[in-house]
């Protein structure tokens, strides 16, 4: 088995890539090509922003939350924010892809009009779908990646202006296809989609989403501009899930943070709380209380007691 940093990669783009069509913005963070001949993986990991994955050639496994499912050359999948996913591929035939990592934004739906409305449901419907593999059966995905490809290929620097065009070009039309493909249902596989695994799926990924954004000012707002979910929505499914509110699972991340960085650290008090992502000092206190911790200066001390005895 291939470590993952010794896997055979071509990485195509690294800097950000900003299209807009119809008020849908996108901004393309990285572009890549995994191109090895040996058996490889990579295990369980997460990202901020949308992966587009298009398998190319052989075979190969996907995690994607707690679902896992086989793919096959002209096979493709989209790995939603903050959602656990893996991938391995088989020993006799490894699978070859491209990714296509990016962030897809739409305005708010009340100031949306005529046909950015439609992007707005577009990624609405996109939330509810994911978690399957969709098949390239008219071979439209794989013409634009090799034609991709063969420009990163062909254009030399002093040719970049030139190349960034048509790169663009291609790259809005293979994602906007990717987006319509699946939210359309088209050449769908046989993957159980059964609506309390999806909502499970959503759960824990806006679990992993507030806890890589604790330290910051979120807001369910926020929450609901990444997953195009409504408030009312996310809460439902977490208090299904995990018996938890959106900002009773925050304040619960961040004194949990806080009693950990208490009892490792020697941080002041103020600077934890701003470690926790608490606004201040007394908004921590008041999260502490309500989680039975009275005097946290008492913690800490009743720990360093522990650990020198």
């Known amino acids: 088995m291939i470590p993952t940093k010794a896997i055979k990669t071509h990485v195509y783009l690294e800097r950000e890539m900003y299209m807009e069509f119809e008020g849908l913005h996108i901004t393309v963070t990285r572009f890549t090509r995994i191109d090895d001949d040996c058996e490889w993986e990579i295990p369980a990991h997460a990202h901020m922003n949308y992966e587009m994955h298009y398998i190319y050639d052989?075979?190969?496994?996907?995690g994607l939350g707690d679902n896992v499912f086989r793919v096959g050359a002209g096979d493709f999948y989209i790995c939603p924010p903050f959602i656990d996913h893996s991938q391995k591929?088989?020993?006799?035939?490894?699978?070859?892809?491209?990714?296509?990592?990016?962030?897809?934004?739409?305005?708010?739906?009340?100031?949306?009009?005529?046909?950015?409305?439609?992007?707005?449901?577009?990624?609405q419907r996109l939330s509810q779908i994911l978690y399957c593999k969709y098949s390239d059966s008219d071979g439209i995905l794989i013409k634009n990646f090799s034609q991709m490809d063969a420009i990163f290929s062909r254009y030399k620097e002093a040719e970049r202006f030139q190349s960034d065009l048509l790169v663009k070009a291609l790259m809005l039309q293979t994602i906007l296809s990717m987006l319509i493909f699946s939210t359309a249902n088209l050449?769908?596989?046989?993957?159980?989609?059964?609506?309390?695994?999806?909502?499970?799926?959503?759960?824990?990924?806006?679990?992993?989403?507030?806890?890589?954004?604790?330290?910051?000012?979120?807001?369910?707002k926020d929450c609901t501009q990444v997953f195009y979910l409504s408030a009312r929505q996310i809460d439902r499914i977490l208090e299904k899930e995990y018996n938890e509110t959106f900002h009773?699972?925050?304040?619960?991340?961040?004194?949990?943070?806080?009693?950990?960085?208490?009892?490792?650290?020697?941080?002041?008090?103020?600077?934890?709380?701003?470690?926790?992502?608490?606004?201040?000092?007394?908004?921590?206190?008041?999260?502490?209380?309500?989680?039975?911790?009275?005097?946290?200066?008492?913690?800490?001390?009743?720990d360093q007691l522990g650990r020198r005895t």
């Open 89 to 123: 591929a088989d020993c006799q035939h490894p699978m070859k892809e491209y990714c296509i990592e990016c962030s897809l934004k739409t305005e708010n739906c009340g100031e949306a009009n005529g046909s950015q409305k439609e992007s707005v449901l577009l990624l």
């Open 58 to 62: 052989g075979t190969g496994s996907i």
């Open 187 to 220: 050449g769908i596989q046989s993957i159980s989609r059964n609506q309390n695994n999806i909502n499970y799926q959503r759960a824990s990924s806006i679990k992993n989403y507030l806890e890589a954004n604790y330290k910051i000012n979120i807001t369910i």
């Open 248 to 302: 009773e699972m925050l304040t619960k991340t961040r004194v949990n943070v806080a009693i950990k960085l208490m009892q490792t650290t020697d941080y002041s008090m103020e600077r934890i709380a701003a470690e926790a992502g608490f606004s201040g000092y007394r908004q921590m206190l008041r999260s502490l209380k309500n989680y039975g911790i009275e005097r946290p200066a008492r913690l800490r001390e009743q």
